[in-house]
């Protein structure tokens, strides 16, 4: 019930395209989700983060999709760049300050 | 920008050995956790920390692991006897007060047992 599962494990986009990746959890008591940016050889960076009381966040060309009913998250790239070749993790976390339960990651590779 | 910081990047030592792996949080944050990441493999929970004291613990941190705010700014992991298994990168990340749980996270110790 802690887990969350992502998928794809990889994904190749042309450049200029949408990258999607995909998120699901069982636990209700999850109520902050977030994505991490990794680079190799670096720590996770926060992207982008959301709430489960709103269905959709925008930061520039990254988009959050939230469904609620669904226990389902996920992370849209528009206009992917070449430097947005990295490895993405979701992430959900319950309330306070407890700890992150991430995904297994989706790697990422923007081709020109 | 505020960030946090690890030493060593990289730290290789003999199995049974003892390591200290060292972490300075984001000044004003008061949580503070360390993660590791095997090769490929997602993002694990190991403990998190406040107060002075662990606030919570995965399965993973048994008794070969401990965690001590030696002074105000430093936050360490230590591996009393390395195993072949523990080589791994190990993340600190800290977070603010209560309520906001943003975490960030330092660049990694990468870990190597031989």
């Known amino acids: 019930q802690q887990q969350v599962k992502q998928s794809p494990q990889s994904l190749i986009v042309q450049k200029g395209g949408i990258s999607i990746i995909n998120c699901a959890y069982e636990?209700?008591?999850?109520?902050?989700f977030p994505w991490y940016q990794q680079f190799p050889g670096k720590g996770p960076a926060l992207l982008i983060a959301i709430r489960p009381d709103v269905s959709e966040k925008k930061e520039g060309r990254f988009t959050i999709s939230f469904n609620k009913s669904a226990k389902q998250f996920s992370l849209h790239i528009m206009d992917s760049q070449p430097g947005d070749s990295a490895t993405y993790f979701c992430a959900a976390i319950g309330s306070g300050n407890t700890p992150l339960v991430f995904g297994k990651g989706t790697r990422l590779s923007v081709i020109a | 920008e505020p960030e946090v910081t690890q030493t060593p990047s990289h730290q290789v030592t003999q199995m049974g050995q003892e390591v200290i792996l060292r972490c300075v949080p984001i000044s004003n944050h008061l949580y503070f956790y360390w993660y590791r990441q095997i090769l490929g493999q997602k993002v694990e929970f190991l403990v998190s920390?406040?107060?002075?004291?662990?606030?919570?613990k995965s399965e993973i941190f048994d008794d070969q692991f401990s965690v001590e705010r030696p002074d105000g700014s430093n936050f360490t992991l230590k591996i009393r006897s390395t195993k072949l298994e523990d080589s791994a990168m190990y993340f600190c990340a800290s977070s603010g007060t209560s309520g906001i749980v943003e975490q960030f996270f330092g660049p990694g110790t990468r870990l190597t047992v031989l």
């Open positions: 920390f406040y107060n002075n004291e662990i606030s919570e």
């Open positions: 636990n209700t008591a999850f109520d902050y």
